[in-house]
């Protein structure tokens, strides 16, 4: 079998008293784009600071391609794109000057694709980058690092600050490479709509730990919103398994909840719901749900 692109084992970042990443045992394996989604804060930026090399762990292990993260060497770094949502390019060059150094600099440079990419946006070669308009940048960016034929490329918020345009160009050129390349994408956002359109695996932290990783559509399968009349009193959903949310709204008790078969309509109907129904949700509401449940478990929900 591959190697996995990226494993971690019982991995620990500490500031102070602060766990960025609290044993975390994660492996993703190689080809399609995994999402990599959490709260602010969760650990996703100090989870690639860790693996680049730029940080070192407490405790625990990293590896990226296969090496040890804190020994990572020229030829490993050279097979990982990485694009944050900066988009730090040198402002004083030119498009064209920044594309050619980077020609010279890798190997594996594949013109084509650089001109693919930057075509979906509308750049001028000879335009100087601190020039270009902030999604601009982005595509210049994605293009260099996606003509770099990167076995792994890494994406921490890429699309932050982008118009729905940018974005849509954004996510085509990186599921045409991810296609088309065999690469295998990380990508880190808080927009589950893009996640949604192009993840496989979706992995989900909090706190520095990892709390779900499977294919998107599979998490939201189990996430699903019920509604139920309760025209005298509102239950206390504390009495509820898997309840992710509340909210009562005139008559009616709003309910996200996780793992529950078709035995949660008898249970709801036990504590005196006249109707019920269930639908499913999002993959927004159903991350957002699902990370909610951390904050509000020890406080009573809403009834
Ligand atoms: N240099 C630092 N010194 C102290 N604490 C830090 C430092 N860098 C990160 N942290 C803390 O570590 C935790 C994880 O931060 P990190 O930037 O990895 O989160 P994130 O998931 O990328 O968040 P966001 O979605 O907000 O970008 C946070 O609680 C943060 O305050």
Same mark, same amino acid.
């Given at each position: 079998m591959d190697t996995p692109v990226i494993h971690t084992e019982d991995l620990c970042l500490q500031y102070k008293r602060k766990m960025?990443?609290?044993h975390l045992t994660l492996t993703i394996e190689r080809g399609g784009i995994h999402a990599i989604v959490g709260a602010n804060g969760a650990g996703k930026s100090s989870l690639f600071r860790v693996l680049l090399g730029f940080e070192t762990p407490s405790a625990g292990s990293a590896r990226l391609l296969g090496c040890a993260s804190g020994g990572l060497t020229p030829d490993v770094r050279g097979r990982v794109g990485f694009v944050n949502e900066e988009h730090t390019l040198p402002g004083w060059m030119r498009v064209d000057e920044l594309a050619a150094m980077q020609r010279r600099q890798y190997? #594996?440079?594949?013109d084509g694709r650089y001109r693919d990419v930057v075509h979906?946006?509308?750049?001028?070669?000879?335009?100087?980058?601190?020039?270009?308009s902030r999604g601009e940048r982005a595509g210049v960016n994605l293009a260099l690092a996606l003509a770099q034929g990167p076995e792994l490329l890494i994406l921490d918020e890429?699309?932050?600050?982008?118009d729905v345009v940018a974005k849509r160009a954004f996510l085509e050129a990186l599921m045409q490479t991810s296609y088309d390349s065999g690469a295998t994408i990380i990508y880190c956002s808080h927009q589950m709509e893009e996640i949604e359109r192009v993840a496989d695996n979706l992995v989900i932290l909090e706190r520095g730990q990892l709390r779900h990783q499977s294919e998107p559509a599979a998490f939201c399968a189990r996430v699903r919103l019920w509604v139920a009349e309760f025209p005298f009193k509102a239950p206390?959903? #504390?009495?509820?398994?898997?309840?992710l949310e509340a909210r009562r709204i005139d008559e009616m008790t709003h309910l996200m909840v996780?793992?529950?078969?078709?035995?949660f309509d008898a249970r709801l109907k036990l504590l005196g719901a006249r109707s019920v129904h269930s639908m499913p949700v999002s993959l927004d509401r159903a991350v957002n749900g699902y990370l909610a449940k951390g904050h509000i478990s020890t406080t009573p929900r809403a009834a």
């Amino acid at each position: 079998m591959d190697t996995p692109v990226i494993h971690t084992e019982d991995l620990c970042l500490q500031y102070k008293r602060k766990m960025a990443l609290d044993h975390l045992t994660l492996t993703i394996e190689r080809g399609g784009i995994h999402a990599i989604v959490g709260a602010n804060g969760a650990g996703k930026s100090s989870l690639f600071r860790v693996l680049l090399g730029f940080e070192t762990p407490s405790a625990g292990s990293a590896r990226l391609l296969g090496c040890a993260s804190g020994g990572l060497t020229p030829d490993v770094r050279g097979r990982v794109g990485f694009v944050n949502e900066e988009h730090t390019l040198p402002g004083w060059m030119r498009v064209d000057e920044l594309a050619a150094m980077q020609r010279r600099q890798y190997a #594996r440079w594949d013109d084509g694709r650089y001109r693919d990419v930057v075509h979906n946006f509308n750049v001028h070669a000879d335009q100087k980058i601190a020039q270009l308009s902030r999604g601009e940048r982005a595509g210049v960016n994605l293009a260099l690092a996606l003509a770099q034929g990167p076995e792994l490329l890494i994406l921490d918020e890429p699309t932050l600050g982008l118009d729905v345009v940018a974005k849509r160009a954004f996510l085509e050129a990186l599921m045409q490479t991810s296609y088309d390349s065999g690469a295998t994408i990380i990508y880190c956002s808080h927009q589950m709509e893009e996640i949604e359109r192009v993840a496989d695996n979706l992995v989900i932290l909090e706190r520095g730990q990892l709390r779900h990783q499977s294919e998107p559509a599979a998490f939201c399968a189990r996430v699903r919103l019920w509604v139920a009349e309760f025209p005298f009193k509102a239950p206390d959903t #504390r009495l509820l398994p898997g309840v992710l949310e509340a909210r009562r709204i005139d008559e009616m008790t709003h309910l996200m909840v996780f793992d529950q078969d078709e035995g949660f309509d008898a249970r709801l109907k036990l504590l005196g719901a006249r109707s019920v129904h269930s639908m499913p949700v999002s993959l927004d509401r159903a991350v957002n749900g699902y990370l909610a449940k951390g904050h509000i478990s020890t406080t009573p929900r809403a009834a």
